[in-house]
């Protein structure tokens, strides 16, 4: 079924009234809004990408359920993502083979029907100050910020990190799409925004593996897709830059970032993150010395990270 289509003299798309999810994104590109006056700018509509998230959507759509609306498009879940999705009112679900992080967001953001949008990954949740936060900024008046940044907090082997970068990391997560996006990078997307950017108080909790089987199945994927990517900018390594990049990387995030004061967790993330920068440009020196080398990575895209 066609998702939506072009009214002789109209713009934007309209939905089809008589529709039913999961649907299928056919057009590219394509904007879709409610008609009529009922849509103000204060309105939010929450974007999600998923692939077999029955693990941790419900946390994720609780901590959402009270906003306008919620997009998720999916990439071909064979687990209980959907029926988990089908029991919020709000929740429209789409479908479109996953091609990329940036790709296949920026896809969810053109199906909201607001021009306010909130990116949420699967894996994450809003504490309650921030929730209270994006309350208070609905119904507050129109600003002049094109975003606003939110504070993520990592939660790893059970621990939700307080110290060092992990514990105070700031993204841009509610936007204007009229005024920004999401850039194109395979993996590690951004937003990108043309104006001012304010910041909510609160925090997203993210819990991005469920455990180390789950974080290395990531690693692999993340991994190959960033070497492929670095390839592809003609970026090239040594072999003494990657002898070199563990113990230094790990010197990095266990010391100059603290955490050496998240415990053991804190101890854990360290050494495999800076085995993650290894083997990221082990995978590159990999690619760049093979002849008529292409960057293999099968963009599956599970939705957090």
Not at 10 to 19: H, I, K, L, M, Y
Not at 182 to 199: I, L, W
Not at 220 to 232: D, F, W
């Amino acid at each position: 079924m066609v998702l939506a289509t072009r009214r002789a003299g109209r713009n934007p798309f309209e939905v089809d009234p008589g529709a039913v999810g999961p649907y299928s994104l056919t057009q590219e590109g394509v904007h879709v809004s409610y008609t009529g006056d009922s849509c103000s700018v204060q309105r939010i509509s929450v974007v999600m990408i998923t692939l077999n998230e029955e693990a941790n959507l419900i946390r994720a759509l609780e901590s959402v359920a009270w906003c306008d609306e919620i997009i998720i498009l999916d990439s071909g879940s064979t687990d209980g993502t959907m029926e988990i999705a089908s029991g919020f009112s709000n929740c429209r679900v789409f479908l479109h083979e996953f091609d990329g992080y940036g790709a296949q967001k920026r896809r969810a953001v053109d199906a909201a029907a607001n021009d306010w949008v909130f990116s949420l990954d699967a894996d994450e949740q809003l504490d309650g100050e921030l929730q209270d936060a994006l309350r208070r900024w609905s119904d507050s008046e129109v600003s002049d910020d094109a975003g606003y940044e939110v504070g993520r907090q990592l939660r790893f082997m059970g621990r939700t990190f307080r110290h060092g970068k992990e514990s105070r990391q700031h993204v841009v997560r509610l936007f204007d799409r009229r005024r920004g996006n999401f850039d194109d990078s395979v993996v590690h997307e951004k937003v990108r925004v043309q104006g001012p950017v304010g910041s909510l108080g609160g925090s997203l909790v993210h819990e991005s593996y469920r455990d180390l089987d789950d974080y290395f199945t990531k690693f692999n994927r993340y991994t190959t897709l960033m070497a492929g990517e670095l390839r592809a900018r003609g970026r090239k390594t040594s072999m003494a830059e990657i002898i070199l990049r563990t113990p230094w990387a790990f010197l990095q995030y266990y010391l100059l970032r603290g955490n050496f004061m998240n415990g053991f967790a804190g101890f854990v993330w360290s050494l495999l993150a800076a085995h993650y920068k290894t083997v990221k440009y082990l995978k590159l020196y990999e690619l760049n010395n093979r002849k008529g080398a292409v960057a293999e990575g099968r963009l599956d895209g599970d939705s957090g990270r």
